[in-house]
Nanobody, 126 residues
Framework: QVQLVESGGGLVQAGGSLRLSCAAS????????MGWFRQAPGKEREFVAH????????YYAASVKGRFTISRDNAKNTVYLQMNSLKPDDTAVYFC???????????????????WGQGTQVTVSS
């Protein structure tokens, strides 16, 4: 079964940290660029970060750069999002997604991603 399953969300105080995981199945994981997106209440879904299949290239949205780190373990078919120095504005449902395209520099069009997880809630209290 081809699917992505996120985990690791929760409630954290401002300044705290969380690590999200996304486990993939049904595809040759290393051949896909993986991305993280988020959607806050009443807002459109927005790009957070992406990482190429080899893990050699990453790109971050300006709002999270320097605080969040995307990484992957191809042996475990898992992509991670380490989130540090969390702010209340980071509160959102976080989604992982995969695309067969080797994305370059810049925020990608989310329509390039053809498989999405169900999302995991992250709530940051002030």
């Amino acid at each position: 079964q081809v699917q992505l399953v996120e985990s690791g969300g929760g409630l954290v105080q401002a300044g705290g940290s969380l690590r999200l995981s996304c486990a993939a199945s049904g595809r040759t994981f290393s051949m896909y660029t993986m991305g993280w997106f988020r959607q806050a209440p009443g807002k459109e879904r927005e790009f957070v970060a992406h990482i190429r299949g080899s893990g050699s290239n990453t790109y971050y949205a300006a709002s999270v750069k320097g605080r969040f780190t995307i990484s992957r373990d191809n042996a475990k078919n898992t992509v991670y999002l380490q989130m540090n120095s969390l702010k209340p504005d980071d509160t959102a449902v976080y989604f992982c997604a995969s695309t067969p395209y080797a994305l370059g520099y810049g925020a990608p069009n989310e329509n390039l991603f053809d498989l999405w997880g169900q999302g995991t809630q992250v709530t940051v209290s002030s």
